[in-house]
């Protein structure tokens, strides 16, 4: 069971964590109506009274766009004041991952985004590592990425993740960590719940956006980082074939952080991963404010204020 911070932003306010409920009715519970985010706040080392928000503008800009994908508005804005009130409530002293959530909240029936009431909430619980930091297997899953013609990718559309629940259950039960979809044109898209990116002779490569990848906030941070330290980075279509020769292959996400694969269906990849420890390390430093360069990445919010 999950540690839940003890309140909730619903219907507007901060209210204790259990009296957050919705009605069986709720028409995004049945449709998959809904969009999501995903944050890590970290406490901060040296100010007890001082919480740590990576990328918070990019968090809020994607989450505004997917309500927009839903046809309803919630401003940046909205968004990131709805946070900071969540944050000053919760007063969190160990890293915790924020889950704020846009949805119809209509009660009843057909599926359809015109006439409908819409909602937006923010939970928040503990979160250590979502996946091992030494490395995790990887199956190919038989699952396809949906593609970009049918929903809306660039949102995290909560009803698109019926893929990636299927890609996750059928890479564990068959005993692997965590599952690489290809999309319908049979290149390597993402994991069930973060980019990718490999190494091939000095080269970072990852899937383009028009890969019908997320928009990872992570994924576009190792870039720009990646560029600043001088390591040559590509854009482009990723080929199956490609995982098993590559020098290093890694998971980026904001809940996986930045986690290497270790072995991509019957095949080990190399356990030394230059490219990816530098990127990680100098990742690690910024979303801990411990980067004066990229400090600009980091939101701060006062609990005293
Ligand atoms: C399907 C999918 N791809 C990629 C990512 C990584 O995105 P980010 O780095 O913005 O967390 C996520 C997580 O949010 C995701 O759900």
Request: hydrophobic share 40%.
């Amino acid at each position: 069971m999950h540690q839940f911070l003890p309140y909730a932003w619903f219907g507007g306010r901060c209210v204790p964590f259990a009296e957050a409920t919705l009605s069986v009715a709720t028409h995004a519970l049945h449709y998959g109506t809904g969009a999501f985010g995903g944050m890590r706040a970290i406490p901060s080392a040296s100010d007890p009274d001082e919480i740590l928000l990576f990328r918070a503008d990019r968090h809020a800009r994607r989450l505004s766009q997917s309500a927009r994908l839903l046809l309803t508005e919630l401003s940046e804005a909205t968004i990131l004041d709805a946070i900071t009130a969540f944050l000053k409530a919760n007063k969190p002293s160990t890293p915790v991952y924020l889950r704020p959530f846009v949805y119809t909240s209509d009660l009843g029936i057909a599926p359809r985004l015109h006439n409908i009431e819409t909602d937006f909430l923010i939970y928040g619980l503990e979160l250590g590592d979502y996946l091992s930091p030494e490395g995790v297997s990887c199956r190919i899953s038989s699952w396809t990425r949906q593609e970009d013609r049918s929903l809306p990718l660039r949102g995290k559309i909560s009803g698109a993740y019926i893929t990636s629940s299927l890609a996750k259950t059928e890479a564990v039960k068959s005993g692997f960590d965590e599952a690489l979809l290809l999309n319908s044109r049979g290149k390597v898209s993402e994991a069930s719940g973060m980019n990718l990116f490999l190494v091939r002779d000095g080269v970072l490569i990852t899937p383009g956006v028009d890969q019908d990848i997320l928009e990872g906030i992570t994924r576009a941070s190792v870039l720009e980082l990646a560029r600043a330290m001088d390591i040559p980075v590509l854009e482009r279509p990723v080929d199956k074939s490609e995982l098993f020769i590559a020098d290093e292959v890694f998971l980026s996400g904001t809940a996986a952080k930045v986690t290497p694969v270790r072995r991509v269906e019957s095949t080990d990849l190399p356990s030394q991963r230059p490219v990816m420890e530098r990127i990680r390390e100098r990742l690690t430093a910024i979303t801990e404010g411990r980067d004066p360069v990229y400090d600009h990445w980091v939101t701060r919010i006062r609990l005293d204020a």
